[in-house]
């Protein structure tokens, strides 16, 4: 990775994993995506959004960790948070299965918006275990080094916290999930909320609310799984970080 990435990781993240970025197979990643980019491919998120989920939720203030597979590869949808797309943009199959969850488990009526932005603000890494993707290709950036940056994130927060909920939907995330220790962490499991997969038990799996009881049973506050509406959101994204 370029130094340029390595300055923008959040401070807490950086003590923890700042290191990882230059071992060898980061620097190939780096040269990769700018190989990439010079071809005139387009990858997503932007560069400054890479580490969003990072930013957004530092270290200490974790409390739930949602891991998605890897960005959403549409033009305008991916912006660093797992899940989320920003205000204006079509709200994403899973996603809507998510909106449908939550409704079924609290009565939340789904947002009229996307952004997850809220939920990271109170402690939820929305974590993609691929931070980067070429347009249009799912799956495009798997297997070139973002899997071992990821799993140190990971590793960090199973070594360092006590009595975190992991939200694993899909094989893919429940693989992820073999890093944390169960006797010292929540480990909630369900199959992915994609239109595939959600009807064999992600709907009706209520991890919302079970989450929720975890954080209550540790003396933490919950999350307000409800969405600020669209407005609001808007607002706060044009006033910066």
Aim: with cysteine.
């Amino acid at each position: 990775m370029s130094d340029e990435d390595r300055i923008r990781l959040e401070p807490s993240w950086k003590a923890r994993v700042g290191d990882y970025l230059q071992r060898p197979d980061m620097r190939e990643l780096g040269a990769f995506l700018r190989q990439e980019k010079a071809r005139g491919k387009a990858i997503f998120p932007p560069g400054p959004r890479i580490f969003s989920a990072l930013d957004a939720t530092p270290f200490d203030q974790v409390k739930v960790v949602i891991l998605g597979q890897d960005p959403y590869h549409g033009a305008g949808q991916a912006h660093g948070l797992c899940f989320s797309v920003l205000p204006g943009v079509p709200v994403p199959p899973s996603l809507q299965n998510i909106y449908k969850e939550m409704k079924a488990d609290l009565g939340i009526p789904p947002a009229d918006h996307g952004c997850l932005l809220s939920w990271a603000r109170q402690g939820v890494l929305l974590l993609n275990a691929v931070l980067t993707v070429e347009e249009g290709k799912a799956g495009s950036h798997q297997g070139k080094g973002w899997e071992g940056f990821t799993d140190a994130i990971v590793q960090a927060l199973d070594r360092e916290r006590e009595g975190l909920v992991f939200m694993l939907w899909g094989s893919y995330a429940q693989a992820k999930g073999k890093l944390v220790d169960p006797r010292r962490h929540c480990m909630l499991r369900a199959p992915h909320p994609s239109p595939l997969s959600a009807h064999r038990g992600f709907l009706g799996c209520g991890h919302f609310g079970k989450a929720n009881r975890w954080l209550h049973g540790a003396g933490l506050a919950p999350i307000q799984w409800a969405l600020p509406p669209r407005a609001e959101v808007e607002a706060e994204l044009a006033a910066g970080p």
